[in-house]
């Protein structure tokens, strides 16, 4: 009956419509719901997406461990603890040996998307103090996904610490009192070299430059991660300014490095040799052939890595590399 009293009453409205034989156009109750209809289904589809995320994070077993890393430092961490079978993901820009080639790799570390992240069913995201977006990260900790942020490395302990709180988190406990003893060695290696430098007498002039492709050149200044790096070592950056900035050959002569330290911006490891680099970076700026870093050969690369994970195991070796470097000029 009820049936029959519907259908009765959408008679009546089209026919009011003022066409009672052929409408132009048939009314439909629902139209004005559609827009409505649509933005349920997506929200009923992300809950489901979420819903299943956290069945999924209950089915783990309690000891299971499905780790992304978000963090070339914090990715180098996880591997230096032995913990690279626990990774089901890392960022764009970290890097991880051809053994764990099947690791899925996800955008940069700065924007993340959480339907990505959540796909992969991890237990635990860990990443850099500048992991995001807080949208993103919300999101994961709504799913029932840990989200951990590791402090920015820039002295030896809180380098540490954070090498404390991966070792909590990944369950190896033995393996990070272990890593710590490696880079406290490393440092105080390092540190004993650099003293070496110091007393040999004036301190080596170096120069940092950043290659892009389709940009010109930067040089790296003051308070970048190339400025960390050679202090390390015990040399100079003679660049004086803050910050990166485009300078002109004329310019960087002038300056007079003893030694170029170049790195290429890149997510791939560097497929070039260090002399191969140095001589396309001579082809393009040949006043460089000029300098004492050019006359003497001096021009080396930086791994890209470096400069991106604060004080970590790749700026500790790259500083290193440097300072044996430094102290075999020396002799």
């Not at 997406?49 to 996880?78: C, D, K, N, P, Q």
């Not at 007393?199 to 492709?213: C, R, S, T, V, Y």
Request: with cysteine; charged share 15%; glycine share 8%.
């Amino acid at each position: 009956m009820l049936f029959q009293a519907t259908k009765m009453s959408l008679k009546i409205d089209t026919s009011a419509l003022g066409h009672p034989h052929k409408p132009k156009c048939a009314f439909n109750p629902l139209s004005r719901f559609k827009p409505l209809s649509k933005v349920v289904f997506i929200t009923s589809a992300f809950a489901a997406l979420l819903s299943s995320s956290a069945f999924s994070a209950e089915t783990h077993s309690e000891h299971e461990i499905r780790l992304v890393s978000a963090g070339t430092g914090v990715t180098e961490l996880v591997l230096a603890l032995d913990a690279g079978n626990e990774l089901v993901a890392i960022d764009s820009i970290s890097y991880v040996p051809d053994g764990l080639s099947h690791v899925a790799k996800l955008g940069y570390h700065r924007m993340l998307s959480a339907e990505g992240i959540i796909a992969l069913s991890p237990t635990l995201v860990v990443g850099s103090d500048v992991m995001g977006p807080e949208t993103t990260l919300n999101v994961l900790k709504q799913a029932n996904i840990q989200v951990v942020q590791l402090p920015a490395t820039n002295d030896e302990p809180q380098l540490m610490s954070n090498v404390d709180t991966l070792g909590q988190l990944l369950n190896r406990p033995d393996n990070a009192v272990k890593l710590k003893q490696d880079l406290h060695q490393q440092l105080q290696s390092l540190a004993d070299k650099k003293q070496q430098i110091s007393d040999a007498g004036a301190q080596p002039k170096i120069l940092f430059m950043l290659l892009q492709e389709g940009r010109g050149a930067r040089v790296g200044g003051k308070g970048t991660a190339a400025d960390t790096i050679i202090a390390l070592s015990g040399a100079q950056n003679i660049a004086e300014f803050d910050g990166y900035k485009s300078m002109s050959q004329e310019g960087i002569l002038s300056l007079q490095p003893d030694i170029i330290l170049l790195s290429k911006r890149s997510d791939k490891p560097a497929e070039q040799t260090n002399a191969q680099i140095a001589q396309e970076l001579i082809k393009e700026m040949p006043l460089l052939a000029h300098t004492p870093a050019g006359k003497n050969g001096h021009i080396q690369t930086l791994a890209p890595q470096a400069l991106l994970g604060g004080l970590g195991i790749s700026a500790i070796s790259a500083a290193d590399t440097l300072a044996s470097t430094l102290l075999k000029q020396n002799q």
